[in-house]
């Protein structure tokens, strides 16, 4: 398994680390590294991009992704030279492509909070897509007259940002997750992040550490479908 030094620390840019090998598969040429600070596609999250570098070798990453076995898969190209095994390489990703996914990611959980304080407790989220290009959670259940509160939700979230909520993540035990009704692989534990006074959520996403950093929400367009609200959103 790779270790996911992302799960730890947002805000780490660059690590010094081993690769491990590459390979070959559809998509294209994958390195894998002993740890990593790329956080993988997944969860309605985009990848980071961003280099791994040795002093004669520079490989541009342009997409993440987490296989079933737990190994990040780095794709990508080299721009000069190859890595060999055991290698020692610095790896470094765009910061500010991953601060702006960090805090529109984390602004679809403030909604979620919004929401909740709204005593919207029908509305169950189940899907949330946090590109910046047209982000958007789902909830199942109904939301009538939903154009009357486009603006309501929008001032909640707003006031949740001003409130400076502390933002954490921790893992909970199988068993402490299963009393909260939150999922983890058969024996393991969950990770979990916490809007101090809300409801703690399982997520492996990044979040940024409190409310104030996603900065000013916009509440897009309400969408009610098949028994499903969506609520676009935007961050400024
Ligand atoms: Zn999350």
Known sequence: MTKLIYLSDTYLANLNTKFKHELIDDIGIALLIDQTIFYPQGGGQPSD????KSENTTFKVTSVRLNELGLVLHYGEY???????GEQVNLSIDFDKRILNARVHSAGHLLDCAVSSLKLAHLKP??????PEGPYVEYAGILENKNDWIDTIQEKINDLVKENIQISNYSLSFDEAAQKNIWAPPGKSARVVDFEGFEVCGCGGTHVMSSSEIGVVNIRKIKVKKGVTRIAYSIK
């Open 79 to 85: 721009i000069e030279g190859e890595f060999t095994e």
């Open 49 to 52: 991009v961003g280099y791994i």
């Open 126 to 131: 189940t899907k949330g897509f946090h590109f």
